[in-house]
């Protein structure tokens, strides 16, 4: 899973995609996630790193991922590949 | 240094606004010196009459109905007093007679425009938009023109509804059945004449794009545009600008299969595939050619240096992400100035 090309991400967590003048806000968190997407990290290497930092089950972590991840896509702010 | 006269239609910055307040704002923004503005107006309640830091002096004008001769007698009555060197024509209704008497504006008057030829400004009318789309390999809605309710209501049930009722000139209406489309179908013949079109209604974002061609079939400046807030009659109230170079490829398709002069605006709807179908093609600026200027590209100014023959270079960058968001404001207006121009016909 990539971010796609040209998405703008602001410090404060503002996601713009100049491609279709869609604006995001997202959290601490979900910003910490598209990072990590941008440095090529797995999903699995993004779940490890989320287990080793945080205090949360697995199971409710990759569910959580799993609509994270479905939304970025639904916004064309990430593609699989 | 001399004083460039520029006088321009389109002061009517209503719900459903003129370009002129705009365009006024780009040439006072831009590179050419010593400007003086000069509104020229159908109706004394145009708000840009009274806008006296962007509007120097207006001045009422007959309506399109009147015809040609009735506008260049106007337009010389008011180039004795104001010694016009360029007009800017913002209506699509008046642009029938601005080309008409262009010509005769230059060469009797030494007045400049800078406008499209018949041939070029009738390819892209509503009626034949979907022929000549189909020649530049630009995919439009089905559109079908009709001349009567008898012929729509046929024309209607082959397109299948819902479906666009829109006007010759301006305005358009969702019908989703065919009293609807009845009661549209009167309401625009009434307002802007025959024909009405049906149009094939494509699901998506509408996206627009504002340009300058330079008459040969070169775009001199292109900025596309996303409808963020959309007012209940259709016009953006808030937009961005985009990055989409596909968008500007149709777009400078269209202007250079079209060998556009002037300025105008194309309507697309972006498909959620991806695909892009034209809708329109206005040939004049959009009310929100402001955002052009805000974004890098002075299409105003640029139109104004065609038209007195300078050289102008095509202008190809511009700031993605950048908005405008409309706003009403209440102009106090003293009834001395109203009566004035009831009266007297400037102010």
């Given at each position: 899973m990539k971010v796609n090309k040209n998405i703008a991400i602001?410090?404060?967590g503002f996601i713009f995609n100049p491609g279709t003048g869609d604006s995001f806000s997202t959290n601490a968190m979900g910003q910490e996630i598209i990072r990590m997407l941008n440095e090529g990290k797995t999903r699995e290497e993004i779940t490890d790193f989320i287990l080793s930092r945080y205090e949360v089950e697995k199971g409710i972590l990759e569910k959580d991922l799993g609509d994270y991840?479905?939304?970025?896509?639904t916004y064309h702010i990430v593609q699989n590949g | 240094m001399k004083?460039?006269?520029i006088a321009l239609t389109g002061l009517n910055n209503?719900?459903?606004?003129?370009p002129g307040v705009p365009v006024a704002r780009a040439l006072r923004a831009g590179g050419l010196k010593h400007v003086r503005i000069i509104g020229l107006a159908y109706d004394n309640l145009e708000p840009g009459l009274y806008m006296h830091d962007l509007i120097d002096r207006s001045y009422q004008i007959p309506y399109p109905s009147a015809g040609s001769e009735a506008l260049f007698n106007r337009l010389k009555a008011i180039h004795d007093i104001e010694a016009i060197d360029v007009v800017i024509p913002n209506f699509d209704a008046e642009l029938h007679n601005f080309m008409r008497i262009s010509d005769r504006l230059k060469s009797e008057l030494g007045i400049h425009s800078f406008l499209p030829d018949h041939d070029s400004f009738e390819m892209r009318q509503k009626s034949v938009l979907a022929e000549w789309g189909e020649k530049l390999g630009i995919?439009?809605?089905?559109?079908?023109?009709?001349?009567s309710w008898s012929e729509a209501r046929q024309m209607a049930s082959e397109l299948g509804y819902p479906l666009m009722v829109k006007g010759k000139y301006y305005d358009a209406f969702t019908a989703h059945d065919a009293d609807q489309a009845a009661a549209y179908f009167y309401k625009l013949s009434a307002k802007w004449g025959l024909p009405v079109l049906l149009q094939q209604i494509v699901k998506?974002?509408?996206?627009?794009v504002t340009a300058l061609g330079d008459g040969t079939g070169g775009c001199i400046g292109a900025v596309p545009m996303r409808k963020m807030y959309i007012t209940d009659k259709g016009?953006?109230?808030a937009g961005i600008t985009l990055q989409d170079d596909r968008l500007l490829e149709i777009a400078r398709t269209a202007i250079n299969g079209s060998r556009w002069r002037g300025g105008c605006e194309l309507e697309f709807i972006k498909t959620h595939d991806d695909q892009y179908y034209l809708i329109e093609m206005n040939p004049r600026f959009p009310a929100w050619v402001y955002l052009a200027v805000g974004s890098g590209q002075n299409h105003p100014e640029a139109l104004v240096r065609l038209a007195l023959g300078e050289s102008v270079g095509p202008m190809t960058r511009y700031e993605v992400g950048k908005m405008f968001?409309?706003?009403s404001y209440d102009q106090i207006v003293d009834l001395k100035e109203y009566e004035h121009i009831n009266t007297h016909g400037w102010l």
């Amino acid at each position: 899973m990539k971010v796609n090309k040209n998405i703008a991400i602001s410090e404060s967590g503002f996601i713009f995609n100049p491609g279709t003048g869609d604006s995001f806000s997202t959290n601490a968190m979900g910003q910490e996630i598209i990072r990590m997407l941008n440095e090529g990290k797995t999903r699995e290497e993004i779940t490890d790193f989320i287990l080793s930092r945080y205090e949360v089950e697995k199971g409710i972590l990759e569910k959580d991922l799993g609509d994270y991840f479905f939304m970025l896509g639904t916004y064309h702010i990430v593609q699989n590949g | 240094m001399k004083t460039l006269n520029i006088a321009l239609t389109g002061l009517n910055n209503i719900d459903s606004p003129g370009p002129g307040v705009p365009v006024a704002r780009a040439l006072r923004a831009g590179g050419l010196k010593h400007v003086r503005i000069i509104g020229l107006a159908y109706d004394n309640l145009e708000p840009g009459l009274y806008m006296h830091d962007l509007i120097d002096r207006s001045y009422q004008i007959p309506y399109p109905s009147a015809g040609s001769e009735a506008l260049f007698n106007r337009l010389k009555a008011i180039h004795d007093i104001e010694a016009i060197d360029v007009v800017i024509p913002n209506f699509d209704a008046e642009l029938h007679n601005f080309m008409r008497i262009s010509d005769r504006l230059k060469s009797e008057l030494g007045i400049h425009s800078f406008l499209p030829d018949h041939d070029s400004f009738e390819m892209r009318q509503k009626s034949v938009l979907a022929e000549w789309g189909e020649k530049l390999g630009i995919k439009v809605p089905t559109t079908k023109p009709a001349f009567s309710w008898s012929e729509a209501r046929q024309m209607a049930s082959e397109l299948g509804y819902p479906l666009m009722v829109k006007g010759k000139y301006y305005d358009a209406f969702t019908a989703h059945d065919a009293d609807q489309a009845a009661a549209y179908f009167y309401k625009l013949s009434a307002k802007w004449g025959l024909p009405v079109l049906l149009q094939q209604i494509v699901k998506g974002t509408e996206v627009n794009v504002t340009a300058l061609g330079d008459g040969t079939g070169g775009c001199i400046g292109a900025v596309p545009m996303r409808k963020m807030y959309i007012t209940d009659k259709g016009k953006a109230w808030a937009g961005i600008t985009l990055q989409d170079d596909r968008l500007l490829e149709i777009a400078r398709t269209a202007i250079n299969g079209s060998r556009w002069r002037g300025g105008c605006e194309l309507e697309f709807i972006k498909t959620h595939d991806d695909q892009y179908y034209l809708i329109e093609m206005n040939p004049r600026f959009p009310a929100w050619v402001y955002l052009a200027v805000g974004s890098g590209q002075n299409h105003p100014e640029a139109l104004v240096r065609l038209a007195l023959g300078e050289s102008v270079g095509p202008m190809t960058r511009y700031e993605v992400g950048k908005m405008f968001v409309r706003y009403s404001y209440d102009q106090i207006v003293d009834l001395k100035e109203y009566e004035h121009i009831n009266t007297h016909g400037w102010l």
